[in-house]
């Protein structure tokens, strides 16, 4: 079965500083799916991106990043320039089977004026 | 809205008594998943509905908890004789039912047990 785990509980930095949310997996599978989601305080979850085993290229979109590396069964998470509007708690999560995700057990991180 | 729309967004119960938690899914959307979130933890699985039937129950932790999606759109969780422990908030998501993982939550209903 797949296990995530996000060693960070939390984060806590000043406004446009770049922050980097953690995010190790476990997986006997060859191919897989990897997750980020947003969960803002009003509660419903929020999909970042979706990356799979075989495209490790990193991905950046406006001030976000992940960098996935197969080789330390890593898929980590930069936010550059934070801003305050970025305070949620961010799951990573991996797909088990078809349709089941498997999530981390979030990072809360807060972006301070 | 357009969005998952879950009902009720808190609910306060005693011990032992029967719950009903509803979700409406976005219009269109073939698969629906329910999840458990206790706090300070992720988002557990419960089970996942493609069209009307249970395509995997594998998380519903026993048999008081069950679901039902009769007309393929409105789902249903229903927990019998809740206990302590069963106080979470439980998320509905929906998706177009292909593997991509992309699902679109709803706020959650939050379950307090007395």
Redesign the interface.
């Known amino acids: 079965a797949q296990k995530v785990t996000q060693a960070q509980t939390e984060i806590s930095v000043v406004e446009k500083e770049d922050v980097t949310l953690d995010c190790v997996y476990e997986t006997r599978d060859t191919t897989y799916y990897l997750f980020w989601y947003k969960q803002p305080p009003s509660g419903e979850l929020v999909f970042l991106i979706r990356r799979n085993s075989f495209d490790e290229q990193n991905e950046i979109s406006g001030r976000y990043s992940w960098n996935f590396q197969k080789s330390t069964s890593s898929f980590n998470f930069t936010i550059t320039a934070s801003q305050v509007v970025d305070s949620a708690v961010y799951f990573c999560a991996c797909l088990q089977g078809a349709q089941k995700l498997v999530f981390g057990q979030g990072t809360r991180l807060t972006i301070n004026p | 809205g357009a969005?998952?729309s879950q009902t009720p967004s808190n609910k306060v119960t005693e011990k032992g008594k029967y719950v009903e938690l509803r979700c409406d899914p976005i219009s269109g959307h073939t698969?629906l998943?329910w999840?458990r979130q206790s706090l300070?933890?992720?988002?557990?699985?419960l089970i996942?509905f493609?069209g009307t039937g249970a395509?995997?129950d594998?998380?519903l932790p026993n048999d008081r908890f069950f679901a039902v999606r009769p007309e393929g759109s409105v789902s249903t969780l229903k927990i019998q004789r809740t206990e302590r422990g069963d106080s979470a908030?439980y998320?509905c998501?929906s998706s177009r039912g292909d593997?991509?993982?992309?699902?679109?939550?709803?706020?959650?209903s939050r379950l307090t047990v007395l």
């Open positions: 969005g998952v698969a998943y999840y300070g933890q992720g988002p557990e699985f996942y493609q395509a995997d594998s998380g908030v998320l998501a593997i991509t993982g992309e699902l679109f939550f709803g706020e959650g």
